[in-house]
């Protein structure tokens, strides 16, 4: 069922994807009973891999979850033998839950909170598409009493338009708001002074994964000497390198590319053109030098800090 | 062709020929019988340059693309489309068109390209960078060529010029002369266009519209610097040499209408 849901795009956006699949976990290790004879920590390992090759075919996994599972894998492997199912298992969705709150919620409060100190009064702060954290430390200033007068404007891309929920978002918390479409950065970014963007994923030499249309900003940004603040959480970083958007990325329906226009689409019948293709691309790589900070739940880093970072972590686990 | 003075003097334009040529020597008011045939030789002349001047830029495009090129163009432009199918007749290559936002013309090139038999792939504004390390070069139509070699082309254009520049890409810049102004740009702000931001919000989502701002620019300022090559019909050139055919075309006293 969760399978169905990720694949249509219902639950969308990193951050939600993990909490769902964490949840699901938790679902699946209580109505797990070990069969006799085998051990608790070797079969559920087991059984389960062909969950997860499930949804890999639904939609392929993000980074984030795919730390969750290696993370999820690791602690039951670690669980000692000694213990009794029932304890096992308790103990398991303990760690689970521990996890979401440190890792998702209170990290997010975490870059919150920094963002919070990194905006101005009287800044007009630009924001992509639909980005938890990003929004969370907008939020976040607009409640304080000295926050609220800062103009947002919220940029959104075909053809998911994400721009739309966040700008959504924001008026219902009072903030003043402008809406452009993507191609229309190069009028507003001359009155912007910070932009704000989510990341999806970090990579390992400094690049940030991120929403199609992220790199275009940044790099228009650096054009008019705008800061580019990223957003991410550290359960976020992962090994992984990746130089350009091609050599790994997650193709969407193209059919969205399609435009109604006086009731007339024109790349209506594209299937039966043999020389007409459509590319709905759904990520894309910044290189490390066009984002100027990650703010993260550790702190204020530069993009090239992330294999510090994902060193020390190994080193703690 | 102006009665009173000659055309080569009006070309050279030396400042010893500003200084010393004092003012107006002709009174405009003296009757001049052949003026009419005069104007409307001109006219006639002005007709057949502007309908040549699509397929004088097109006979230039087997020059420019070589076989197996990805070649990228954003929007819908007449003179591009007859570059380009000019191009495919001998050589095989791909066109990856920006569809753009909001009012979607990209998808009407990308229609006319594929009829011709050229690979066309059509994208969202939003994947410029991503694919640009693809591309190996970007050619597009303008609508004004400003009078220091910048343009003001459809918007998001400024984005692809920057895109091109970060992964050293050639942007070539297909316009017919008629296209080129004499204006310098004052303030980036100044010539801009909006139209209804209905395309980018629909009046169907009505109760915030109230309380927020939505921008539709038509158009964006490229400047110079992000331009390798103008293809018009009299050739080639660099943006740098924009200024001087300016001086060619329009007499100066025609700078400021």
Redesign the interface.
């Known amino acids: 069922r969760f399978g169905l849901q990720y694949s249509q795009g219902i639950i969308n956006g990193s951050n939600a994807r993990c909490i769902a699949l964490l949840e699901v976990f938790k679902q699946l290790i209580r109505d797990y009973s070990t069969p006799p004879n085998e051990e608790l920590s070797r079969d559920l390992v087991a059984k389960l891999k062909p969950h997860i090759s499930f949804l890999n075919q639904c939609r392929p996994l993000s980074a984030s979850m795919g730390n969750a599972i290696k993370f999820l894998k690791k602690e039951i492997s670690c669980l000692p033998d000694t213990l009794r199912e029932e304890e096992a298992k308790e103990k398991l969705q303990d760690t689970i839950d521990k996890y979401l709150r440190e890792k998702i919620v209170l990290a997010a409060e975490a870059i919150s909170r920094s963002a919070f100190e990194k905006i101005n009064d009287n800044d007009v702060i630009l924001v992509y598409g639909c980005t938890c954290s990003g929004e969370g430390g907008r939020q976040l200033c607009s409640d304080s009493p000295l926050g609220s007068t800062s103009p947002t404007v919220s940029c959104s ?3 998911r338009r994400e721009g ?1 929920e966040t ?2 978002r924001l ?1 219902r918390k009072g903030i ?13 970014l ?1 009155e912007v002074s910070k932009v704000l963007l989510g990341a999806h994923a970090l990579l390992a030499n400094g690049s940030v994964m991120s ?3 992220t ?2 900003i940044a ?2 940004s650096k ?1 008019y000497n705008v800061p580019v603040l990223v957003c991410c959480e550290t359960y976020k970083f992962c090994e992984r390198v990746q130089t ?3 050599v790994s ?1 997650e193709l969407d329906d193209p059919d969205d ?3 109604l ?1 006086k009731g007339q689409a ?2 209506g019948g ?1 299937a039966e ?1 043999k ?7 759904v990520y ?2 910044t290189p490390p030098d066009l984002v100027d900070l990650v703010i993260t739940d550790l702190g204020m880093i530069p993009c090239t800090s992330v294999p510090v970072v994902l060193r020390v972590k190994n080193v703690d686990q | 062709r102006l009665h009173g003075r000659s055309e080569e003097s009006d070309q050279q334009e030396s400042l010893h020929k500003l200084l010393t040529s004092g003012g107006l020597s002709e009174d405009f008011s003296t009757p001049y019988p052949p003026l009419r045939a005069n104007v409307i030789e001109a006219i006639n002349e002005l007709l057949i340059e502007l309908e040549g001047t699509t397929d004088n830029i097109a006979m230039q495009a087997l020059e420019h693309i070589h076989s197996n090129e990805v070649i990228m163009t954003v929007g819908y432009s007449r003179t591009v489309e007859a570059f380009l199918k000019e191009a495919a007749r001998k050589r095989k290559f791909q066109v990856i068109v920006a569809e753009c936002a909001p009012f979607c013309q990209g998808h009407e090139m990308a229609v006319r390209l594929s009829k011709e038999n050229i690979e066309t792939t059509v994208m969202s504004d939003a994947a410029i960078f991503a694919v640009m390390s693809r591309v190996n070069k970007v050619i597009i139509g303008t609508k004004t060529i400003l009078a220091n070699g910048a343009l003001i082309a459809v918007s998001g254009t400024h984005t692809l010029a920057l895109a091109a520049k970060h992964h050293s890409t050639p942007l070539i810049v297909c316009a017919p002369m008629f296209k080129l102004s004499p204006q310098f740009p004052n303030e980036e702000d100044s010539f801009h266009k909006f139209v209804s931001p209905q395309e980018v919000l629909p009046f169907t989502e009505g109760e915030i519209l109230a309380k927020i701002n939505v921008h539709c620019p038509v158009f964006d300022y490229v400047p110079p610097e992000l331009i390798t090559l103008f293809i018009s019909n009299i050739g080639g050139n660099a943006p740098s040499y924009i200024y001087r055919l300016m001086s060619e075309l329009y007499h100066p006293d025609d700078y400021e209408l």
């Open positions: 891309g075909r053809p739309r700008l959504h008026v003043h708001c402008t809406y452009v479409m993507i191609n229309a950065i190069s009028y507003v001359p929403r199609v249309g790199s275009q790099l228009v054009a350009d958007s091609f990325n590319l399609i435009v226009r024109q790349l594209w053109n020389s007409l293709r459509l590319l709905n691309l894309d790589v």
